[in-house]
């Protein structure tokens, strides 16, 4: 199954946009998924099928997939966006990124 | 409310065995297919298993296949892992997973803990 390559860290000011990268082999042939995740808690979606918002995540939250890279994108980043993101794609079996730490300085 | 709870899980010696069940409610069990992910301490998001509705096609990460099982029990609105030869690196919460489609999980349950220590 392929692998997937995400940052280990990215800092953002309060405000600002954070994108987060997630690479793999031909990804953009495939349906991105992007979870986040706090501390002592379960994974929460937050992008399906490349950039579609469940119900519930906000507008700022948004996501792109083409060539060999997907991006999550935080526009407005809030200290609340904290978190660890994780992308996740299908290719024969599901398999997710190493996850990347979000900070809100 | 969709809810998703596991339990099964505890300390286990390595090799030996442990079965994880996850009760769903809330929403038509026998209509999504299913996952377990798991998440070692400290570490990131590790997809295990998923079963489709019926329960008849599978897949497995290669970390597990051939001593994991996953099955389902649509009458009682279970999931299932059961686990043998366990080793120290199968150390993680169990997560099982509502899979919405496309490999979307958007429902997860809280987690069980699973500790292969001697």
């Known amino acids: 199954s392929s692998e997937l390559t995400q940052p280990p860290s990215v800092s953002v000011s309060p405000g600002q946009t954070a994108s987060i990268t997630c690479s793999g082999d031909?990804?953009?042939?495939?349906?991105v998924c992007w979870y986040q995740q706090k501390p002592g808690q379960s994974p929460v979606l937050v992008i399906y099928?490349?950039?579609k918002r469940p119900s519930g995540i906000p507008e700022r939250f948004s996501g792109s997939n083409s060539g060999n890279t997907a991006t999550l994108t935080i526009s407005g980043t809030q200290a609340m966006d904290e978190a660890d993101y994780y992308c996740?794609?299908?290719?024969?079996?599901?398999?997710f990124g190493g996850g990347t730490k979000l900070t809100v300085l | 409310e969709v809810q998703l709870v596991e339990s099964g899980g505890g300390l286990v010696q390595p090799g030996g065995s442990l079965r994880l069940s996850c009760a769903a409610s809330?929403?038509?069990?026998?209509?999504?297919?299913m996952n377990w992910v798991r998440q070692a301490p400290g570490k990131g998001l590790e997809w295990v298993s998923c079963?489709?509705?019926?329960?008849?096609?599978?897949y497995y990460a290669d970390s597990v296949k051939g001593r994991f099982t996953i099955s389902r029990d649509n009458a009682n609105n279970s999931l299932y892992l059961q686990m043998s030869s366990l080793r120290a690196e199968d150390t993680a919460t169990y997560y099982c997973?509502?899979?919405?489609?496309?490999?979307?999980?958007?429902?997860w349950g809280q987690g069980t803990l699973v500790t292969v220590s001697s």
């Open positions: 809330g929403f038509t069990f026998n209509t999504y297919e």
């Open positions: 996740q794609a299908w290719d024969n079996s599901s398999v």
């Open positions: 997973a509502r899979d919405e489609d496309l490999g979307a999980f958007d429902f």
């Open positions: 031909k990804l953009g042939d495939k349906y």
């Open positions: 079963i489709s509705t019926s329960g008849s096609t599978i």
């Open positions: 099928e490349d950039y």
